[in-house]
């Protein structure tokens, strides 16, 4: 390992035990013990987070035709709903099975799907 890996290998052993105490308090205690932390767990305290990796840099959208999945996109969050339909139309998988026919109904479904109905 080189020296960046160790260093994140060392801060996640260090913080496992903290987050498995409120879980396991005695399994917690004894991995803090071996680990070299003198200090009582309880103590401790839970390690903080930062925001900034919650935030998602891509969401994907299933796609369904009649109710079939059909194809899956891969979208910036903030796009526009419009912006959605369009991609999911454009799908190669989801023109196959929407050839021919006429598009009755587009729902989005904010963060999670794209579902289209079709028929003749």
Do not use: W
Not at 51 to 77: A, F, H, S
Request: hydrophobic share 40%.
């Amino acid at each position: 390992m080189n020296a960046p890996e160790l260093q994140i290998f060392a801060f996640a052993c260090v913080t496992l035990p903290k987050l498995l105490y409120p879980f396991a308090p005695h399994i917690a205690e004894e991995l803090g013990q071996k680990m070299g932390n003198e200090n009582m767990l309880n103590d401790c305290g839970l390690p903080e987070f930062e925001e900034r990796y919650l935030i998602l840099d891509k969401i994907t959208y299933v796609i369904q035709v009649n109710g079939k999945l059909r194809g899956k996109i891969e979208v910036e969050p903030n796009i526009s709903e419009e912006e959605i339909k369009r991609l999911a139309l454009a799908t190669e998988n989801v023109k196959r099975y929407i050839a021919e026919q006429d598009i009755k109904k587009i729902i989005v479904v904010p963060g999670k799907m794209v579902s289209i109905a079709v028929g003749k």
